[in-house]
């Protein structure tokens, strides 16, 4: 890519778009971090794919101090977060209020919280090379399957996967697609499939992403509404896994991952609920989710379609609250949603 400013169509509206200025790029546009992750690379995804939302990426820690003049507003301006501010976590499952709120199951079919992680002392995702891809998936399907009791389970490399038993693991929510546009435009998708994989236990209420957007995404997922259970079984796989892998930290900016929506907590936690009279009001639906920090997806990842009325909502907040305000977020909006559901 050119070291010229970038061409942005008109209607482009990205978080890239509108926080690259040609003086912030004059400043940038030449830098390169330690590992060799260039400021080019990080905005590539953004100038290539001009509906992104967000368009940019890191390539290691050093992409979020040595590229601050564009990640800071852009980090701000996502989770309301100035350069002031520090993250904060907490773990801890005896602090979440979250009774199930659709018992009689009439709403919610199902629930799942995931974590994104990388590990400490590696690059991120976009700046890895295939032998460092290579070594977190040998370190990290070690450390899980050394896992017991309900987390204990098996890892499957995508590499020789059989087909219809990777294309099944997607239908059912529980495999990563092949990378999209997106990823493919920040260097996610490179040396595909090799050093990807999928850890699950048996129930497959516990599994783990290797190497997709970012190293681990450490998932806790189960039918029904049962927030506080998925929950608790997250901080319990999160706690056992660090035993033995370290994660990327920052004091500021909590858990690092490869794309800046996912910093702090890099929690989604989710529910894919049925709303069949409300879905028919969108502004109403809207007016509701944005009052209590939520997104909407489609049931079938990112960027797909509501689906027969049936949502994915999920916080939006993942940095400058903690897992516990994620998962209280999302439960409290989803109560909202069940009772605007229910007057109509
Ligand atoms: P994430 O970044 O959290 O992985 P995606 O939107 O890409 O988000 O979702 C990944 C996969 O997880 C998709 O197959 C999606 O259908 C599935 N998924 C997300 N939330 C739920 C949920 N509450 N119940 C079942 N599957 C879910
Ligand atoms: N699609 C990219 C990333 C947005 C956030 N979602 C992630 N990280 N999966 C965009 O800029 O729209």
């Known amino acids: 890519m050119s070291a010229t400013f ?9 978080l890239l778009c509108r926080y690259l200025s040609q003086q912030t790029f004059s400043v940038l546009h030449d830098k390169v971090t330690a590992s060799g992750y260039t400021f080019l690379q990080a905005i590539n995804s953004g100038v290539v794919n001009q509906d992104s939302g967000v368009g940019v990426y890191a390539g290691d820690a050093e992409s979020y101090t040595l590229f601050a003049p564009l990640f800071d507003p852009i980090i701000a301006d996502y989770h309301g977060f100035s350069s002031t501010d520090t993250h904060c976590s907490n773990l801890n499952p005896e602090k979440l209020f979250a009774p ?3 018992p ?5 079919l199902s629930t799942r919280i995931r974590v994104g992680r990388n590990v400490a002392g590696m690059p991120l995702g976009p700046g890895l090379a295939a032998p460092q891809r290579k070594s977190i998936e040998a370190q990290v399907a070690k450390s899980l399957t050394n896992l ?13 996967m059989d087909e219809t038993v990777r294309n099944q693991l997607i239908a059912d929510h529980f495999l990563f697609k092949a990378g999209d546009r997106f990823l493919e435009a920040a260097g996610l998708n490179r040396d595909w499939p090799a050093g990807r994989g999928i850890f699950h236990n048996l129930q497959k209420t516990f599994l783990v ?7 681990l995404r450490i998932i806790s997922m189960q039918q029904g509404g049962d927030l506080e259970v998925v929950f608790a079984r997250l901080v319990k796989a999160i706690r056992e896994i660090e035993k033995s892998v370290s994660f990327l930290f920052d004091a500021r900016l909590g858990y690092l991952t490869s ?9 989604r936690a989710s529910v894919h609920i049925r709303l069949p009279k409300l879905s028919l009001d969108m502004v109403d639906f809207k007016r509701i989710t944005d ?3 939520l997104q909407i997806r489609g049931i079938h990842g990112e960027h797909s ?4 009325g049936i949502f994915d909502i999920s916080n939006k907040r993942r940095l400058g609250v903690t897992e516990v305000e994620c998962v209280q977020d999302m439960y409290a909006g989803v109560v909202a949603l069940i009772q605007q559901e229910k007057v109509l």
């Open 104 to 108: 009689d199951a009439k709403y919610i």
């Open 100 to 102: 199930d709120p659709d």
């Open 259 to 267: 794309c800046p929506t996912n910093l702090g907590t890099a929690m």
């Open 305 to 308: 379609e509501g689906e027969g």
């Open 148 to 160: 017991s009791g309900e987390l204990a389970g098996n890892y499957y490399s995508l590499t020789g």
């Open 291 to 293: 009052l209590h920090h």
């Open 6 to 14: 970038p061409k942005f169509d008109s209607d482009c509206s990205s």
């Open 209 to 215: 992403w290797v190497n997709e957007e970012d190293q």
